[in-house]
């Protein structure tokens, strides 16, 4: 399948904005301490939701999907081993971790390896479950954690607020003997969601979001019901994707007090945000001005996941836009293809110096990863003439449906076969059509 993208058209109209894949992940992992039957609502059609699924029924659970509705019934895990074929799946599977060795004593995973953007190491994961009582070793390609008395309550002090790493704790920590104190946790909105999802079925979770995390052991968790938080990357590519083409779009179910370093930067840009406390509306000038700096970093910073959308969108505003990535060391592949649609960009280790051009030419490209992808479609958006993208597997991790949400905003974004033949009952792609459609 492809992308093929007639730019130049304003995004125009109002979407509903889809369920957090970085929160739905986690959560999933952790129905596994639920020991019945847990319902989460407002989980997003993924690949890597679906990757996640897959897992949780190779290690024993039974798993239903209902459009936006997942059940997980964990009474009866049989497994503390996820095979390298379904751990390579999805680099972000080292979320099981916790939830494995917490429900098992053991868990058996073999090692994620780099991915796309990276190297992306996990030694806080495996050094926080050793200060948790873990034994842990490394062999043959593979994590083996032996805990066969159980976890118990430790202080930890991240030398980075990882996100996976704090959630690995929190999901580890949440039946352990005694009390847990992460020091330099990550603040992500993801993190509090976990949190109150974990609270909700019977932890005891406090300061999430603040950076210091005390997690009190308790015996148990009982199944629940839970909503995940909107998606803040999908809702920050979309506002991106309608400034950039002088648009104005209304997001609906989002939570705007997240996206803030987002909407600071669109403002210098030169567009108008209006938020209430569950919808946000975007106005964009005819042409966008540059950005003086932005800077990835841990929340409450601007985002890392938004960094590539952001510089598609810069290519074409007037003057110079400086990118420093500071979070993942690999992460400005897209642009080379960005420039193949005519703009402007150099890129010196961590920085990338953007020169505006005042038009983006359509283009052939190909998505390197999932947010360099999203970049890609922006461009295509944006620019005169048809773009064809290919690659679109990597879009499919972590956005939904993303050509039913465009064409809504009146985009003509269509995916087809790469011979040109729509597959408007998606028959190729039967993992993408268990959900309602989103632009609605
Ligand atoms: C999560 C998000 C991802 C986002 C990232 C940063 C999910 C599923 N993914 O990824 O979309 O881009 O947060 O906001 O939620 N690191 C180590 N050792 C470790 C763990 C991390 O050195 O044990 C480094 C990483 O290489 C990276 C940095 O810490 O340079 C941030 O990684 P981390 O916050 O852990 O990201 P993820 O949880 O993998």
Redo the contacts with the bound molecule.
């Keep these: 399948m492809i992308y093929e993208i007639n730019g130049g058209r304003p995004l125009r109209g109002e979407c509903r904005v889809q369920g957090s ?3 739905a ?2 959560i999933l992992a952790c129905t596994l301490l639920c020991g019945g039957e847990t319902v989460i609502r407002n989980c997003p059609v993924l690949s ?1 939701v679906e990757a996640t699924l897959r897992i949780l029924r190779h290690l024993g659970c039974r798993v239903k999907r209902e459009g936006h509705i997942v059940t997980v019934d964990s009474t009866a895990v049989t497994s503390d081993e996820i095979p390298d074929v379904l751990m390579r799946e999805m ?2 599977s ?2 099981f971790l916790g939830a494995i060795l917490a429900r098992n004593g053991s868990a058996t995973l073999s090692t994620p390896g780099g991915c796309e ?11 926080a479950m050793r200060r948790l009582g873990a034994q842990v070793r490394e062999e043959f390609g593979r994590i083996v954690c032996e805990a066969p008395n159980g976890l118990t309550g430790a202080n930890i002090s991240l ?9 690995n704790i929190m999901i580890a920590a949440a039946c352990a003997k005694g009390v847990t104190r992460i020091a330099n946790a ?1 603040r ?1 909105p ?1 993190i509090s969601d976990l949190a109150d999802f974990l609270n909700s079925c019977g932890a005891r979770i406090a300061g999430a979001g603040e950076g210091s995390v005390t997690v009190e052991g308790v015996p148990r968790l009982h199944p629940t019901e839970h909503t995940v938080i909107p998606d803040r ?1 999908v809702a920050a590519t979309y506002m991106a994707a309608a400034a950039v083409t002088g648009g104005a779009i209304r997001l609906r179910s989002i939570i705007p007090a997240h996206l803030g370093p987002e909407i600071a930067v669109l403002e210098e840009a030169g567009c108008r945000i209006e938020s209430d406390c569950r919808n946000l509306r975007l106005t964009a000038p005819k042409r966008l001005s540059g950005v003086k700096m932005i800077r990835t970093m ?2 409450p910073g601007f ?3 938004i960094q590539a959308p952001f510089a598609a969108m810069l290519t074409a505003a007037e003057g110079t836009s400086v990118i420093i990535e500071t ?3 690999n992460r400005y592949k897209y642009i080379g293809e960005l420039v193949r649609f005519g703009a402007r960009i150099r890129v010196d280790g961590r920085m990338a110096v953007i020169d505006g051009v005042e038009k983006l030419y359509g283009a052939n490209v190909v998505m390197p990863d ?2 360099g992808g999203a970049a890609l479609m922006i461009a295509g958006l944006a620019a005169e003439g048809t773009t064809r993208i290919s690659g679109v597997r990597h879009i499919d991790r ?1 956005y939904e449906t993303p050509e039913q949400v465009l064409s809504g905003l009146s985009a003509d974004v269509k995916r087809i076969e790469e011979d040109g033949k729509t597959d408007p009952e998606q028959q190729s792609e039967p993992h993408r059509r268990q959900g309602e459609p989103l632009a609605r």
């Design positions: 894949k970085n929160s992940l986690p890597d680099r972000s080292v979320i953007i990276g190297l992306r190491p996990i030694d806080l994961h495996l050094d030398s980075f607020p990882s996100v996976g790493a704090t959630e990550a992500e993801e990357i841990p929340y985002p890392t996941d979070i993942f060391e999932l947010r972590g």
